[in-house]
Each structure stands twice: as C-alpha cells, then as structure tokens.
C-alpha cells in the first residue's frame, strides 16, 4: 500500500535531500509538491524544486507556489548556509523554467487535495509554515483530514541557530508556526533542531553518499558543495549542538513520514511558540507540566534507526 505525501518546502539543499528520499521510495507517492519563501525567494524555490524533480526524472508532480512572505513581518532568508538562491548558487543552463508551475496557488491545492484524498495524506512541512497557516484558516477542517503532520521546526533545548533561542523555520514565521501548533489537531511529528544534531551523520557517511556513481550524486555534490564549506565556518561551528556532522535537517521528518519503524523514541507533550519576548520569539514551548491546559500533544522525535536513516539516504542518490 502506497503512502500518500504532500510535502512543503523552502527548497534548500536539505529540501532537495528529503525530496530525493521520498522519491526514491518505492511505497511513496508524492501527490504534490508546495512551496514557500524561507531559505530563499518563493521564485527561487519553485526553480529548484523543479530542478529537484528533472534530476529525478519526476517533473510529472505537480509544483504550487505559495506564500511569498511570512504573515507579518519581515522575510528571512538562509542564503549563507545554502546560497542566495537556496541550491549553492551553482549555474544550471538546463533547469526547467516556471511555466511548469501550476497557475493553482498551493494554499488551495492543499486544501484540494487532502479533500480529495480524506485520512490518507501525511503532510511533510519542511520550511516556514505560512502556507499551512493559510490553509487551516481557509478551511479549518483540513487537519482532521490528515493522516498525520510532519514539521521539521521547532527546538526543545531553546538552542538556536537564527535568533539566540530560536530555530530557523519557527523565527521565519513565528505566527505561522503558532497557528499550526495550535489549530492542527492531528497526529503531529515534531523534528526539531537540537534532535537533527543528537542525530548527525559523520561527514565520511557524507563522503561515500556523494561517491556513488550517478547523475543524482553528482547533482547534490555540486548544489551541496556551498553548505559544505560554510557548515565548517566559526558561525555555523557554533550553531551546531553536539559536535560536527552532516545534518540534512528535513530528511529527518521526511524519513519519519515514510517509514514508522524509522522514530524509535519519542516524547509526547503539548507545543506551541513563543509571539513576543525581546530573545525569545519564534521559540518553541515544550510544557512538559500543564500548564497549557492543550488537550492535543504533539509527538517530538528524541531517538531514531541511523541505519534505516543511511539506507534511505543512500537510496536517494542511487
């Protein structure tokens, strides 16, 4: 039985990583493919996804544009991990142009097409949440249409890696975030940034997954090559909990939404995040007591298979 994804991106490197994961799986389809501003322009990560999908031979999928920014404020983008136009600034003379993208905005198609798949669809979220912010006021019976939600955000030790205390998808639309948190009553998987560090992969891992002798392999060494480099800097050193590593945050709650064996350990707790604080905005809350007064809790990932983790990996690039 085929598992139905609808994945949301800000198409960085890590992105295109936890796409080529879920294309690469053999009981995955991917019904769609939204996208919205975050590591780069909303422009920008519409090309790459596309670009993402040729590499594939997957241009089939359909693409959505969304939001273009966060729902007040200001647009962050992460250009100095990934590169200003998210896939390491590397010139691609054959990416697909934009015409390829749908004319239906991809708040709508979400909406679309859970209706139309009901208690079937987990949905991926691997970048700022406007979009699905946008879709549950749209239509707020759209969570219990899901299957379940899987969001890479969020972090559960207030380390940060954009703000003092704030991880780069919930800083990037603390709303958003808020919303989701709030207002999705489904099963909600939760990878958040300190887990993705407890989790890394040694770089030699990463080594022998760009060595492997494909058109894939070779298309993530050149756009990953740019977070290479900047992930061995002071700034991104210090970001990192745990040690150095190779760190493909998104491919966490990819994985986790593909195979169920894959999340060994887990904490059950209700989440929201944090609107106001001088330091503290975009921070997620963890109320391990009550305090909330929440019925619904999500799950935060703590342990997972790092084997099934690499064989997935590996796959993705075969």
């Known amino acids: 039985m085929s598992k139905k994804l609808l994945v949301d991106v800000d198409c960085g490197v890590d992105d295109a990583q936890a796409i080529m ?32 999908l040729q ?43 934009l015409d390829l993208v749908q004319e239906e ?29 946008l879709a ?7 969570p219990s249409k899901l299957r379940g939600l899987y969001i890479m955000g969020g972090n ?19 709303e958003a975030a808020y919303i989701v948190l709030n207002e999705y009553q489904c099963p909600t998987y939760l990878a958040c940034w300190e887990f993705t560090c407890y989790n890394k992969l040694p770089w030699e891992f990463c080594d022998a997954w760009l060595a492997q002798d494909t058109d894939k ?15 061995k800097t002071e700034r991104l050193q210090k970001e990192l909990v745990a040690g150095a590593g190779f760190i493909s945050c998104d491919s966490y709650a990819m994985a986790a939404a593909i195979d169920d064996s894959f999340i060994i350990e887990k904490d059950q707790y209700p989440v929201s995040v ?12 963890v109320d391990t007591i009550g305090f909330l007064k929440k019925t619904h809790e999500a799950f935060i990932l703590k342990k997972v298979d790092m084997e099934k983790f690499k064989e997935m990996m590996m796959a993705a690039l075969k």
């Open 136 to 142: 549950v006021k749209m239509d707020p019976s759209l």
């Open 156 to 174: 559960t030790e207030s380390r940060g890696n954009t703000t003092v205390v704030g991880e780069f998808n919930f800083v990037a639309d603390s």
């Open 217 to 231: 392999s070779r298309f993530m060494a050149r756009i990953f090559h740019y977070s290479i480099e900047a992930s």
């Open 55 to 97: 590499c594939c031979n997957k241009l089939e999928i359909p693409v959505f544009k969304g939001a273009a920014k966060p729902i007040n404020g200001n647009n962050i983008n992460a250009g100095h991990f990934h590169g200003q136009d998210g896939l390491g600034d590397v010139p691609d003379p054959n990416a697909p142009g």
């Open 21 to 52: 994961m879920a294309l690469a799986s053999p009981n995955v389809e991917i019904l769609g493919i939204t996208c919205v501003h975050g590591n780069t322009t909303v422009e920008n990560v519409c090309k790459n996804v596309l670009r993402v």
């Open 105 to 133: 905005n991809a708040v709508s198609a979400m909406i679309r097409i859970v209706s139309e798949n009901p208690g079937k669809i987990s949905l991926v979220a691997t970048a700022p949440l406007t979009n699905l912010a």
């Open 274 to 285: 944090e609107l106001n604080g001088t330091h503290t905005r975009g921070m997620m809350i």
